[in-house]
């Protein structure tokens, strides 16, 4: 089969989808090569595949998301065919929480997580009101839907009318490159982002759904302990951020808190080896690789106990109510303060991460291609 592969995600950086999908793709032309993969983004002007997708052939539309999202809207609604746009394909698949209107190309549609629904305030108003008018257009049209979690197919069959046999959890995996890094890497590390001694990690998009306000809260309770441990952030600043950063400053921890900006892929697996534990207090996650990423890496992790996440960090962390801010500060004090439940937790989590590759999903993929 020609298979083209909607890449958008990945080309346009936007953090967890962009992983899932640059790394899934990749995967597939591996674990296929009988198979034609084909890459698909729009607004090809500003963007370019990852290395990984370099060598795949390319098809593109011109327009930014906004334009592009709104000619597939209304070719949804005007009931217009969009297979023009695809010459030769014989699979598309919907990788962005979009999907053209297809006639004669079979689709497959991948669903992350119903955040437009359960954390409406996580979204943009214009965001949330496409993916709730255009959501079960989608899941309608497409011949089979990957979810990637038991948690969004629950959350999905409740909320959608949708035939339980065309639902496929396809879970994500760890790239082998997230393994604990060696010291000289760690020391790169550490003297490229000014990074203490010892410190808290976080990894994720400033935004309301990472939670990090009750993070900040079980910091400035760990300080007033008498805790030295630094905390250190590492992600991009999303939308609705500035709370966050007033909350920062009237806690009176901006020199406590180091944030770092969207880091480098390569200097990942050093800066979750570097940390002494690793938080994810996130409100909802489809599925959630920060936390399995570090694990990988050798990291105890602390992390919500909602959605998704019990699936992926199993008994291998701490699990917490999300906004409960004491909880959360008496998790990270036991992993800080307790060499042995330490290095339970470092070991637990390698081992549960070892569970989850991308080579399994790209075969339970490929499976759902030939449905």
Request: aromatic share 8%; with cysteine.
């Amino acid at each position: 089969m020609r298979i083209c592969i909607d890449v958008s995600a990945s080309v346009h950086g936007r953090a967890g989808i962009g992983r899932y999908t640059e790394e899934l793709t990749a995967a597939l032309a591996a674990a296929a090569p009988e198979h034609d993969f084909m890459a698909f983004y729009n607004r090809p002007a500003d963007a370019a595949p990852a290395a990984a997708l370099a060598r795949l052939p390319r098809l593109t539309v011109p327009w930014g998301d906004k334009p592009w999202r709104l000619r597939v809207l209304l070719a949804h609604l005007l009931r217009r065919r969009q297979d023009d746009l695809f010459p030769g394909v014989d699979l598309f698949h919907g990788t962005d929480h979009l999907l053209p209107r297809l006639g004669g190309i079979p689709s497959v549609f991948t669903l992350y997580d119903l955040t437009y629904l359960l954390t409406a305030q996580a979204h943009t108003t214009l965001n949330r009101l496409y993916l709730t008018l255009m959501m079960p257009r989608f899941l309608a049209a497409a011949r089979s839907v990957i979810v990637i979690s038991q948690s969004t197919r629950r959350d999905m069959l409740e909320r959608y009318r949708v035939d339980e046999r065309k639902v496929h959890v396809v879970r994500g995996g760890v790239s082998r490159r997230f393994c604990p890094a060696p010291a000289d890497e760690i020391a790169a590390v550490r003297r490229k982002c000014g990074l203490p001694e010892r410190f808290i990690l976080a990894v994720g998009t400033i935004e309301p759904r990472k939670n990090y306000a009750t993070l900040l809260m079980a910091y400035r309770t760990l300080r007033e302990r008498g805790e030295t441990v630094g905390m250190v952030i590492a992600g991009k600043q999303g939308w609705r951020a500035e709370a966050f950063f007033r909350q920062l400053h009237d806690l009176g921890l901006e020199e406590q808190v180091r944030l770092l900006g969207r880091v480098a892929d390569a200097d990942l697996p050093a800066l979750y080896s570097a940390a002494e534990v690793f938080a994810f207090p996130s409100l909802y996650e489809g599925f959630g690789l920060p936390p399995l990423e570090a694990m990988a890496c050798g990291t105890a992790v602390v992390a919500s106990n909602t959605s998704s996440l019990p699936e992926v960090v199993g008994d291998a962390g701490l699990l917490v109510e999300p906004r409960d801010a004491g909880g959360l500060a008496m998790a990270l004090e036991r992993v800080l303060t307790d060499a042995g439940l330490a290095a339970d937790l470092r070991d637990r989590g390698q081992a549960q991460a070892q569970r989850f590759t991308w080579e399994a999903a790209a075969r339970a993929t490929l499976q759902v291609y030939q449905l």
